[in-house]
C-alpha cells in the first residue's frame, strides 16, 4: 500500500514549521542541502531555475521537491529577496548522528529584503532601509532602520504624500505595518513595489529599551518599537549595533517631493534609472562605503540653517587650500574598510577573521587621518578630529590574536595566531610532531617488510591505517599487524604504536578546531564591546570622506564658494549645469546668469525648444542643492538665499497605471507647488498649459504666473510658448521676462543656448521641424501656411488687457480675448478664399495628399518621441520615391 508521505515524521515537522512562515520560502535543512517543498518548491524552481523533482515517487501523491547546496544557499537567498520574496531559514539544531529520533529544526532567521545583510560590491555605497508605519487619526508614526549599519531614526509625518516622499527617497524595499494602518495607504506603499509586512504583537523588550529613551514623541516611540519588534522576530540574534533612535523633521532640511529629485536627475538618470549622468555620479568622489552612503543622504536632506551649510563649506575651502594634505587624506582614506558594516557583523556574530583583520586595517589609519587634519592651519576639523578614536585596544588585541591571512570559515582553523594561548600552541605541537611521527612510522614500516609502496592514510570513519596492496600481504609480520578495512586491491590495517599515536592526533585536532573557536569568540566578544566607539569614528571618517569629495569636484570643475544672504537676492553670474557640462566638456558649454533682485519674483522664460529653457532651470536647482549642501557651486559668482522647498514641473509625463493623461500629471504636480509653496521656496514650472486646448492652457498659465505674483512670491522660473504671456510684465511688478537667444542663418536656425533680457520674437517652431528631420513638402506647406496666419493676424484686433484682478474665491479669467473680426463678416465667396489650416497646396499629388491627410489624423499627445521619429521616417521615405 502506498505511503503518505505527508504523515511522516518530517513531513509533520515540515508542517509545524512552514504554518508559522506563511508568506515565506521555507528553506529546510537535510544533510547538506536545503530543501523546499509543495508550493515553495514549484515557485521556487521556477525563480530559482532549479530542477523541479519529487519525494518518495511510489507514494499515492508524491510530493514536489527542489534543493540547494547549503554552502551555496546564499546565492539563492539573495535572488529571491532581491525579487520580493522572504526566506525563512530552518536549521538543524543537533547532529545527526546523535540525535534519538527526529532531528531538531527551527528557523534561525527571516530574511526579508529589508532586513537582508549581504551586500556586494555595488551596493556598497547604498543603504538598505526597513521601514515602519503605525497610524493614529491622520498622524502617521514613522520609523527606518538601516540592519547592516544600525542606523536608526523616526518622525511624525501628517499626510499620505509626506509619507510618498519618505518611502520613495529612502528607497526601501519592505515597510512593516499593524492594524491601524488603512488599507487605501496599504495600497498605495504596494503601488510603489513595496512589499508591506504585518507585525501585529508587540511584546516590552527591556533589552532594547535604552534604543527609545531619548524620544519624548509616543507616536515616535510605538513606529521604532514596532519596527524593532518584527527586527527582532526575523533576525533572532543580537542587535548590539542598533543606534539609539533619532528623531528628525522633514521639514528641518530643503524639501524636494519625489516628483523633483526625479526631474532633476538627483541620483538616478531618467533615460536609464542608473547613476551616471546624475548629480550624485557628478559629486561621488568618496573613498569609503560609508562616505559614498553619507553623501546620498546629504544631497536627499540638504541642509537650511545658514551657519551649519556655511561651517561644511568652510571645511570644504580648507581641503581647497591644502592640496598635498587633501591627497594624503584621500591615500589613507582608501585604506579604510566599512567599519559600519564591519560593525554590524560583530553584533550579528557572522564576522569573520578576515572582517577583523580589516578592521585593523582601518583602524591603523585613524592616527594619520588624525595627524593629517591637525596639520591643517585652520581649526575647522577641530571636532572631527576628537571623533577620530583609533580604538587601539581592539587593533591591539585584533593584531596579537587573528592572523593576518585567515581562512574565510573560523570553523576550519588556522586563525588564532601561534603564540597567542600556550594550550593552543600545545595542541597545535602534538598535531605536527603526530604527523611528523606518522611520516617517519611509513618510512619505518617500509623498511621493515621491505614493501615500497606501503603507505600510512587517514579518514574520518577508519581514522589512520596502513595500506598494503594484497600482492604484498605475505611479507607483513602476522603477530602486529590488525585488519581494519578490506579494499578491492588492497587491506587496511593498524599497529598497537599507530592507535596510541591515532588518539593523540585526534584528540589533539578535535582539541585544538573547539578551542581556536572559543578563543576567537572571546575576541569577537571582546570587539563588541566596541561597537558604539567604531560608530562614532565611522560617522566622523565618512563626513570627512564626503567633505573632501566636494572639495575634489570643486577644484576640478572650478566650482566656486556661494554667498548665503537672508534677504531674496539671487546673483549668479556664468552659471552652469555642471552634469551637463561634465559630459559636454567645459569648452562647449556656455554658461549663464540668473539674476532675481529681492522684489523680483517671477522670471518668464521664452525661445524655441532645444534652445536650452529647461537645461536653464535645472541648473538653478542643482546649484541651490549643491549649495545648501556645503558644496561649492558651478558659477563664476553666486550670491543665493537659503530656500526651504524645491517644486519642479518638468517634462511631460503620462502615470498610465493609474488612467491619469499627461495634462492630468501636469496640473496635480502645479497644484502641489501653488499648495505648499512658501515665499521662501524655488518654484520651475516648464510649459503649464501645452496639454490642452490653447486658450484653455493660456488662461491657466496665465492664472498660475498671477496666483505665484500676488500671494505665493515665491521665486519662480516659467517657461512658456505662449508669447502673448510676455506683456504681463506690464501689469505684474515682480516678473521680468528673459529669452534663450536663436538667430536665422542663411535660413538654418542657430542656437545660441545664452539667455537674454526681454522676450522672445518668434518660436522658431517650423525651423525645429526642419531640425528634426521632417519631410522638405511638409516644411514647405507650414511655411505657407505661418506666413498666411501672421498675415492674418496682422488685420485683427487682439487685446493684452484689461487684467481680471485673482482673488481667492473668483476664477481667473485670460487676459488675452480671442481674434475678433475687424471687418463685417465676409460674403461665402471671401470664406471660401479664407485660408485652411490644412488645405491641400494647388497641384498636390497623391502622396503628399496622403501625408497630409495622416498629420491631420495623428494623435501626438498618445505617442512617444521614438513612435513620432518612426512615422516621419516613413513619411520621409514615401515622399521620397518617385
Known sequence: MPQKTKDTPMMRQYFAVKNQYPDAFLFYRLGDFYEMFFDDAIKGAQLLELTLTTRNHSAENPIPMCGVPHRAAQNYIDILVD?????????QMEDPKLAKGMVKREVIQLVTPGTTLEHGAEQAKSNNYLTALIQQGKQLGFAYADLSTGELKTSVLTTSDALINELTSLQTKETVVDDSVADQLRQQIKALGILVSEQNQVEAQAELSYLTQDLTVELQKQAVERLLMYITVTQKRSLAHLQKAVAYEPSYFLKLDHNSKYNLELMKSIRTGKKQGTLLWLLDETKTAMGGRLLKQWLDRPLIVKQDIETRQ???AALLDHYFERRNLQEELVKVYDLERLAGRVAFGSVNGRDLIQLKTSLRQVPKIRYILSELDVKVFDAEVRQLDPVSDVADLIDQAIMEEPPLSVTDGGVIKDGYDAQLDKYRDAMNNGKKWIAELEAKERQVTGIKNLKIGFNRVFGYYIEVTKANLAQL??????RKQTLTNAERFSTPELKSHEALILEAESHSTQLEYQLFAKVRESVK?????????????????????????????QFVRPTLTKSHDLNIEAGRHPVVEKVMGNQTYVPNDVVMAPEQTVMLITGPNMSGKSTYMRQLALTVIMAQMGCFVPAKRAKLPIFDQIFTRIGATDDLISGQSTFMVEMQEANNALQHATANSLVLFDEIGRGTATYDGMALAQAIIEFVHNHIHAKTLFSTHYHELTALDQELTGLRNVHVGATEQNGELVFLHKVEAGAADKSYGVHVAKLAGMPSELLKRADQILTSLESQTSTVTTTATPQVPVTDTEPVAPTVAEPTPAEPEPAASDVDEQLSLFAEPAQADKKETAVLQQLRNLNLMAMTPMDVMNQLYKWQQKLSKK
Open 83 to 91: 525579487k520580493g520574496y522572504k526566506v525563512a531559514i530552518c536549521e
Open 314 to 316: 568652510s571645511k570644504v
Open 529 to 557: 564591546g566596541a561597537i558604539k566607539r567604531l560608530q562614532t569614528l565611522a560617522k566622523a571618517i565618512a563626513a570627512i570622506d564626503v567633505l573632501q569629495s566636494f572639495a575634489v569636484v570643486s577644484e576640478d570643475y
Open 477 to 482: 609480520p602476522a603477530d602486529r599487524y590488525e
